[in-house]
């Protein structure tokens, strides 16, 4: 299954796994499938009409999926999605 | 023209004049740079204290704040005896011990739209060391107004990120993140605590990409944003590409102008009084005693984190972090007198939002938090 890198700030909603897999074969299933296992984290990720937060970038590998086929890119059994926030602490 | 070197500043820089990607010419580079460092934190600390010990000859430092006790953890360049003191003056210090040689400029005051392009503009490099998204967006748009580079970082507990904005080479942080996120969603340093030695880490990387930008030498981290985690002991690297739609740094920008940075990142400006939520909504910690030694049922409701309780708590309380708030709503009354507390009040303010939208009314947010009820009514609670 492809699996999904959670930063720190979220791992709370994922029982505190720092890497959890996903099933799908586009980046929208896994999404999907992720909320689905973990409802808390569905508010840190999608809006109210149910599209990602704009300040949500995933990765697969090195790519922004806004630079490949945005959700609908397709994901293999051994991809690797980066979910990276926005993080505003400094001090 | 650049700056010659004193033979005092030779056998100073003498490590640097033997790398040959520096060398003579790169330290009068050096000498001749102003980089300006927005923060005199936790991410400013390390950037300001090595960009002063490798000799860059004008750096500028921005911060509104005093040392505090609870700063030492991590801003190293502050020590004991700085508390209470101008952050900016203490950073200064600290600098011109390590380097007499350079040149220190202090703005104790926010970087806020009124004065950002003043004091950035004679600067070559700003250096992003803030700890709230205003200052953020605002740190990148003036460097895309004024063609600067942005040496960008960021720290959460165990994970920080790097990289370098520069508009005119690459995307800027608007690319990456066009939109805040909605206030809360994401907790600071402040609310869910930082590892100490993290900014020195970040920190220090991003003085290594604004030296290299000075000298010109290396791979800078444009278009490549870094994320290290500390637990994992990792270091990752994702391709940024300039957004072709970024409203500031697009062929067609919508934002032309400084904006109202906090309305556009939906909190509340630098003259409001933390831990409160303004109102009648606010309770002072010698109020609610008052009130709970009356006798009067109120509900205590903690929205810290579990481990938070270990540090301090008040007597009666019961926990509902605050991510677990909106889940757990049903275990609430409406008709029951409540009052919501975090650390500084901070979080207990956006549980008080979360709660009057769900449609409690006799509710009300501890103002200052758990500390203030350390400090005002219960001394054997120590403040953190």
Redesign the interface.
């Known amino acids: 299954m492809p699996t999904l890198r959670i930063p720190t700030p979220l791992r709370p909603y994922t029982s505190g796994q720092s890497e959890v897999a996903v099933q799908g074969s586009n980046v929208a299933q896994a999404m999907n499938d992720l909320i689905v296992r973990y409802p808390d984290l569905k508010p840190h990720l999608y809006n109210g009409e149910g599209s990602l937060r704009p300040f949500v970038n995933l990765f697969l590998g090195e790519d922004n999926i806004k630079d490949l086929q945005g959700i609908e890119t397709p994901l293999e059994v051994e991809d690797r999605l980066l979910l990276i926030p926005s993080v505003a602490g400094g001090c | 023209m650049l700056p010659n070197l004193s033979h005092i500043e030779i056998m100073r820089y003498s490590r640097h004049l033997l790398i040959p990607e520096v060398g003579l010419e790169g330290q009068r580079k050096l000498k001749a740079a102003a980089v300006l460092v927005i923060?005199t934190?936790?991410?400013?600390s390390p950037v300001a204290m090595y960009l002063a010990a490798a000799g860059v000859g004008s750096i500028g430092l921005v911060d509104y704040d005093v040392v505090d006790f609870s700063?030492l953890q991590r801003?190293v360049i502050h020590g004991t005896s700085g508390i209470g003191a101008l952050k900016v003056e203490s950073a200064r210090q600290r600098m011109l011990d390590i380097n007499p040689g350079i040149q220190v400029d202090c703005y104790n005051e926010p970087f806020t739209s009124e004065n950002a392009m003043r004091i950035a503009r004679d600067y070559d490099i700003l250096i992003?060391?803030?700890?709230?998204?205003p200052t953020?967006y605002l740190s990148n748009d003036v460097c895309v107004f004024l063609g600067k580079p942005n040496v960008y970082?960021?720290?959460?507990?165990?994970?920080g990120?790097v990289s370098v904005f520069d508009a005119q080479r690459g995307p800027c942080y608007r690319c990456?993140?066009?939109?805040?996120?909605p206030p809360g969603?994401?907790?600071?340093?402040?609310e869910?605590g930082?590892l100490g030695v993290l900014?020195g880490t970040i920190g220090t990387l991003q003085a290594t990409e604004a030296l290299k930008l000075i000298l010109g030498i290396g791979d800078p981290l444009i278009g490549r944003?870094m994320?290290y985690?500390a637990?994992?002991m990792s270091f990752?690297?994702?391709?940024?590409?300039k957004?072709p739609n970024c409203k500031v740094c697009g062929p067609e920008p919508e934002i032309t102008e400084l904006i109202d940075y906090e309305a556009f990142c939906g909190v509340p400006g630098h003259d409001h009084e933390e831990g409160s939520v303004g109102g009648n909504w606010d309770i002072s910690a010698t109020e609610l005693a008052e009130r709970i030694n009356k006798g009067n049922p109120i509900r205590l409701v903690d929205v810290r984190?579990p481990h938070e309780q270990d540090i301090s708590h008040i007597d009666g309380a019961e926990l509902f972090?605050l991510?677990?708030l909106?889940?757990r709503l049903s275990e609430l009354d409406s008709a029951e007198e409540m009052v919501v507390f975090c650390k500084a009040g901070t979080r207990s303010a956006r549980a008080l939002d979360l709660l009057v939208g769900a449609g409690f009314r006799k509710v009300k947010n501890l103002k200052g938090g758990i500390n203030a009820w350390a400090r005002e009514v219960d001394p054997s609670q120590p403040i953190y």
């Open positions: 923060g934190g936790g991410l400013g700063n801003q992003d060391g803030t700890d709230n998204f953020r970082g960021s720290i959460y507990r165990f994970d990120q990456l993140f066009p939109e805040p996120p969603l994401v907790p600071s340093c402040a869910g930082v900014p944003l994320l985690n637990l994992d990752e690297f994702v391709k940024l590409r957004n984190e972090p991510g677990l909106a889940g």
